[in-house]
């Protein structure tokens, strides 16, 4: 489903180069439940986010269902990740004025899908996560557990393939972030979602099916369980 080829992205802090990246290589199949871990510095977020077309690389390629990312433009890959990614975030990231049903059902109302489709699916999803009930309070009433099960709705609803995660348990207790771990790989167990996480979370790394170890912007090992 996904292949990364030789990628190279650098940063540029004044007259420094700083190389994030140096010639990974990667394939990625549908369904698969994987971390990307390493120390600070490693190249782990920003592997990520140019999987999740956000960030621009150096050379290289990656792609994505026999897509290729670096012949996209800019609109063609808001478009490319609306219509076939999903991302939770370690700040959760979600809109403080809007309910868990509004922040979840904004994503359904960017694909111009009707208003009986939209809370349908939204309903569904929130009670799939463990939410029944709390739809309309907003983020400041809920813990940080139920802030992560929001986002997790927001990235599950539209049904993406793929869903991207950066540090997802970096602001959770130990046992609210087991509890977050146990709802994903449910949910890639039942869905077939292909869920790649950014972590240095031990428990995080203990729960991937494949765990690999970037240091220094390389590929230090890649272990499937």
Known sequence: MIKVENVVRNYHAGETVVKALRGVSLEIGKGEFLSIAGPSGSGKT????????????????????????????????????????????????????????????????????????????????????????????????????????????????????????????ANLDSDTGKEILELMKEMNRKHKTTFIFSTHDKMVMEYASRLVMLHDGQIQSDERR
Do not use: W
């Open 46 to 169: 920003t592997l990520l986010n140019l999987i999740g077309c956000i960030d621009q690389m150096d050379g290289g390629e990656i792609s994505i269902k026999d897509e290729k990312i670096s012949s996209m433009n800019k609109k063609e890959k808001t478009n490319f990740r609306r219509n076939n990614l999903g991302f939770i975030f370690q700040t959760y990231n979600l809109i403080p004025v809007l309910t868990a049903y509004e922040n979840v059902s904004f994503v359904l109302s960017l694909l111009n899908l009707g208003e009986k489709e939209i809370q349908d699916r939204t309903m569904a999803i929130l009670k799939e996560v463990g939410l029944e009930g709390m739809e309309h309070r907003r983020p400041s009433r809920l813990s940080g557990g139920q802030q992560q099960r929001v986002a997790i709705a927001r990235a599950l609803v539209k049904n993406p393939e793929i869903v991207l995660a950066d540090e997802p348990t």
